[in-house]
């Protein structure tokens, strides 16, 4: 995908010293279609695996681990419609369901969300 393209060719400006060492079609049943790219770096292995439009990257693991990964996460990944989530209008909020509001928000900044963000989440909480 242009994403992993674009992700591999900017590891140089990430890290002082890359250096692809591979590139391959993944043919286990797990992974079936899956290509993996492999770069070595100066911090450890880079590994961006793809998987028709699905991409995971997975920065300084050991390259055993980064397939593990890769495999849980992108055999994970919802391949039907797209659906979305509504709130009963008729139902109140109770302990079990809360919509998002001040305390989300001041975990996310600080996380380092932008202030403009975080501040418009707590506007619309008031």
């Known amino acids: 995908t242009a ?6 060719d900017n590891l140089a400006r990430k890290y ?12 286990s049943a797990a992974e079936a279609g899956a290509v993996e790219q492999v770069f070595s770096t ?17 920065e300084s693991f050991p390259l055993p681990l980064a397939r593990k990964l890769a495999v849980l996460i992108l055999n ?26 001040g305390d989300l928000a001041h975990f996310f900044q600080n996380c380092g969300v932008t202030k403009a963000a975080v501040e418009a989440i707590l506007a619309a909480a008031r």
């Open 3 to 8: 994403f992993a393209r674009l992700y591999a």
């Open 16 to 27: 002082s010293s890359v250096k692809a060492e591979h590139t391959s079609v993944v043919a």
């Open 42 to 58: 100066d911090e450890g292995p880079v590994t961006i695996t793809t998987r028709g439009s699905l991409v995971f990257v997975a």
């Open 76 to 101: 994970d990944q919802g391949t039907g419609d797209v659906r979305t989530a509504q709130i009963d209008a008729e139902r109140p909020a109770g302990p079990e369901f809360r919509p998002l509001g």
